[in-house]
């Protein structure tokens, strides 16, 4: 079961960030944090993920919460393209790394 | 290339007919999987491959069958399927389980 809670969907101006909130209050101290998103018409992509620090990469910023029951999406610059499905997830490495998709939050980029 | 295909993008079928769903990726990924999307719904997770080894079958009917004949290729033979079987079927894989997935673009699956 989806272990994840989001917004149903959230709005965005273009060119400016958005953060997309996730709580996981249940997370045990195996579970990597995981964020894929779906643009419509597409299989899933990978975005970021990670364990207890703040991870950067090209795509987003993760910021992960000092208790980790909470993290926090952050795309710096959005474009009508990050229009998508974004789902947080958790992997546990003992439940054979399985990616479980909770309902997501829609995201919609207003020009 | 980071690429994963999947054949065909449309499949109509009735509920007597065998039919199989292709997938194909040249990466050199060891796990292979297949996923199940209800339109507006999250992707489920049906079967995982490792190593061409079923590892994981989250309890799918025995109407969907997979196989993995080698480590590029993962099919899914649907042999009497029923309407509520429509959906958009994914295909993903990655390098060892435990690493980054990479999804195909699916197949839409419609069952008359």
């Known amino acids: 079961d989806a272990k994840t809670t989001q917004p149903n969907s959230m709005e965005s101006n273009e060119e400016e960030p958005v953060h997309l909130p996730c709580n996981h209050s249940?997370?045990?101290?195996?579970?990597?944090i995981h964020w894929y998103r779906q643009l419509p018409s597409q299989g899933p992509e990978y975005v970021i993920h990670g364990l207890t620090s703040n991870v950067n990469n090209r795509m987003a910023s993760l910021a992960i919460a000092e208790d980790r029951k909470s993290s926090t999406l952050i795309l710096h610059r959005a474009t009508l393209r990050d229009a998508a499905v974004y789902y947080c997830i958790l992997r546990d490495v003992y439940d054979g790394n399985k990616l479980v998709f909770g309902a997501g939050t829609i995201l919609r980029v207003k020009s | 290339d980071t690429e994963v295909t999947q054949t065909p993008k449309h499949l109509v079928m009735g509920m007597t007919n065998k039919k199989s769903l292709k997938c194909e990726q040249h990466?050199?990924?060891?796990?292979m999987y297949w996923y199940k999307q209800k339109a507006k719904k999250p992707p489920e997770l049906m079967f995982v491959?490792?190593?061409?080894?079923?590892?994981i079958n989250e309890s799918v009917p025995s109407r969907f069958s997979p196989e993995c004949p080698n480590s590029s290729l993962l099919n899914l033979h649907l042999h009497a399927l029923q309407p509520e079987d429509s959906a958009l079927y994914l295909c993903?894989?990655?390098?060892?389980?435990?690493?980054?997935?990479?999804f195909g673009p699916g197949t839409r699956l419609t069952v008359l």
């Open positions: 491959y490792s190593y061409e080894k079923l590892s």
């Open positions: 249940t997370i045990s101290g195996t579970d990597y």
């Open positions: 990466m050199g990924h060891r796990a």
């Open positions: 993903a894989s990655s390098q060892l389980r435990a690493d980054t997935q990479y």
